[in-house]
């Protein structure tokens, strides 16, 4: 059984809400942010990097958001979630993930995380990024609204990978000072993902969790 | 045939030496940062996110190293570039490819790019970033010394994409102020893949193109 190394509101939700699409049986391991678990030796050693997500497999361990979502499609191939077999429509599905992960989430993760990026103690420069945050975030879902979400799922008819990643993604546009009403098809798309039943099982068993603790 | 838009000295290099590794046929386009030919409404039209590389197949275009390159992997199967048909080995390649381009690439674009996360003027701010890049830079390739990198390529014996991604971003450290003696195994890589025919070709043909202009 695979175990799935998850923070509440981080991307993991994304590899989680995958796995229940799949019908994957999987356990959860909560990771707590405010506790620092992320950097304690015992987590290190599943994962180096000192983030969530990460999926222990009976292969070994996998990071990497746009990579553990296709891995759960290729083992559950039968929904074909990531268009495998079809190289342009997968390779459609992999520049979307990769756009959010490279662009959507390092705008957004210079709200909170900017001392990655200058030295801790430059409070001003942090400052300064957040500043950007609304705009630079802003831009990155103008961009898909406009551009790469095809409706009624990222795909188009297709509900692939894609959309549980983006649905992760846009539950932080508010925190990110983006009015989601800007962008209507995100909104109504973020709406109907809310209803999914994966979705609403992902979150509950994330917040159980959370509470318990 | 394929067509790569590119521009000298950036991760379209990946993309290159992978079309060349496949025995691909491809055209070659040169986009010209200097003269912000990125942001013209010609080249708009093929990649709306004003960034290279994009790739233009029979099928549409793609843009995002890591789709691209599993993309050309996947049309050119016989070389067996990505893993594929290993899930949990494709997954690995993913998570490598995915930390290059969201963590690594990520860290160096704050030497130059420092505007798309703070105010363009704030000159400041922007200087703090640059500040931070060697330890930035250089604290991800440690990971990828330490942890990720298999030898004699990234995934061990078999040569496969990661190989081109890696490469091309190993070229930035001496500017990025990361001292590669200090990572012994990817000094010795990016020495030994510099003698590989695909990178020296892919090297001189954009090399020669920028000199024609």
Same mark, same amino acid.
């Given at each position: 059984?695979?175990?799935?190394?998850?923070?509440?509101?981080?991307?993991?939700?994304?590899?989680?809400?995958?796995?229940?699409?799949?019908?994957?049986?999987?356990?959860?391991?909560?990771?707590?942010?405010?506790?620092?678990?992320?950097?304690?030796?015992?987590?290190?050693?599943?994962?180096?990097? /000192?983030?969530?997500? *990460? &999926?222990?497999? %009976?292969?070994?361990?996998?990071? =990497?958001?746009? @990579?553990?979502?296709? !891995?759960?499609?290729?083992?559950?191939? /039968?929904?074909?979630? *990531? &268009?495998?077999? %079809?190289?342009?429509?997968?390779? =459609?599905?992999? @520049?979307?993930?990769? !756009?959010?992960?490279?662009?959507?989430?390092?705008?957004?993760?210079?709200?909170?995380?900017?001392?990655?990026?200058?030295?801790?103690?430059?409070?001003?420069?942090?400052?300064?990024?957040?500043?950007?945050?609304?705009?630079?975030?802003?831009?990155?879902?103008?961009?898909?609204?406009?551009?790469?979400?095809?409706?009624?799922?990222?795909?188009?008819?297709?509900?692939?990978?894609?959309?549980?990643?983006?649905?992760?993604?846009?539950?932080?546009?508010?925190?990110?000072?983006?009015?989601?009403?800007?962008?209507?098809?995100?909104?109504?798309?973020?709406?109907?993902?809310?209803?999914?039943?994966?979705?609403?099982?992902?979150?509950?068993?994330?917040?159980?969790?959370?509470?318990?603790?």
């Amino acid at each position: 059984m695979m175990k799935l190394y998850y923070t509440p509101d981080t991307c993991s939700l994304a590899s989680h809400i995958t796995l229940i699409e799949t019908g994957a049986d999987y356990a959860l391991e909560r990771i707590s942010f405010k506790r620092e678990e992320q950097r304690k030796p015992d987590y290190l050693k599943i994962n180096p990097k /000192a983030r969530v997500p *990460a &999926l222990v497999t %009976e292969e070994g361990v996998l990071t =990497e958001t746009p @990579a553990i979502l296709v !891995y759960i499609a290729q083992k559950f191939s /039968a929904k074909n979630l *990531a &268009l495998m077999n %079809e190289p342009f429509a997968f390779a =459609e599905v992999q @520049a979307f993930n990769s !756009y959010l992960c490279s662009s959507a989430h390092i705008a957004h993760a210079h709200r909170m995380r900017g001392y990655r990026w200058v030295d801790a103690n430059d409070t001003r420069s942090i400052e300064a990024m957040k500043k950007k945050v609304p705009e630079s975030v802003g831009a990155c879902y103008e961009l898909v609204e406009r551009e790469l979400f095809k409706g009624p799922w990222v795909m188009g008819e297709r509900f692939t990978i894609c959309d549980p990643y983006l649905f992760t993604l846009v539950q932080w546009l508010e925190g990110d000072g983006v009015d989601i009403a800007r962008l209507p098809r995100l909104k109504e798309f973020r709406e109907r993902m809310s209803k999914r039943p994966s979705v609403q099982r992902a979150i509950e068993e994330e917040t159980k969790k959370a509470a318990a603790e």
